[in-house]
Antibody
């Protein structure tokens, strides 16, 4: 079965850093683009970042550019989101998701909570 | 590209036919997906490429497009359909979502 499992969330002070991980299994991770999507408490979904299968194409939403870095290790079937300069408005559940052909996110992890607070 | 979803809230009864609209600020060439999300859960894809039903999704869900306006229709609401629905465009980055439509039981 296809599975995506996020980890690395937690409580961090404003200005701090955190590294999220997304471990994939049940499919050939190296041929898929993968994404991070977040959801602040009581709010809608916000697309954060994506990385192509060979890391050639990397994109970010404007609010995280220069602070977040997405990466992947196909040998480890894993994707990462290095977050620095964290702000209160980065508080959210962070989901990783696989992009399938036809342009949709067809499998999602369960999410990991990131809380930025002093 | 901005996506404007309407309505933000929708109250309906089991058996009703409901329609949710997502309007794009410019052409997106059918690269639009619809998701359903229940509280505390990850979203689930229902429709992609504007009108293609994701495998395993009941046929009461359908999608259509007319220019820059996209529609998700549920033909006969079932109790398990009460949730929040989002559209997402895949034409250009950022691959943003609509604001969501919360479908509640009347």
């Amino acid at each position: 079965d296809v599975q995506l499992v996020e980890s690395g969330g937690g409580l961090v002070k404003p200005g701090g850093s955190l590294r999220l991980s997304c471990a994939a299994s049940g499919f050939t991770f190296s041929v898929y683009s993968v994404h991070w999507v977040r959801q602040a408490p009581g709010k809608g979904l916000e697309w954060v970042s994506s990385i192509s299968s060979t890391s050639d194409y990397i994109y970010y939403t404007d609010s995280v550019k220069g602070r977040f870095t997405i990466s992947r290790d196909n040998a480890k079937n894993s994707m990462y989101l290095q977050m620095s300069g964290l702000r209160a408005e980065d508080t959210a559940v962070y989901f990783c998701a696989r992009e399938a052909s036809g342009s949709r996110l067809d499998y999602w992890g369960q999410g990991t909570q990131v809380t930025v607070s002093s | 590209i901005q996506l404007t979803q309407s309505p933000a809230f929708l109250s309906a009864s089991v058996g009703d036919r409901v329609t949710i609209t997502c309007r794009a600020s410019q052409g997106i060439s059918s690269y639009l997906a619809w998701y359903q999300q229940k509280p505390g859960k990850a979203p689930k894809v229902l429709i992609y490429s504007a009108s293609t039903l994701q495998s395993g999704v009941p046929s009461r869900f359908s999608g259509s497009e007319s220019g820059t306006e996209f529609t998700l229709t549920i033909s006969s609401l079932q109790p398990e359909d009460f949730a929040t629905y989002y559209c997402q465009q895949f034409t250009s980055n950022p691959y943003n979502f609509g604001q969501g439509t919360k479908l509640e039981i009347k």
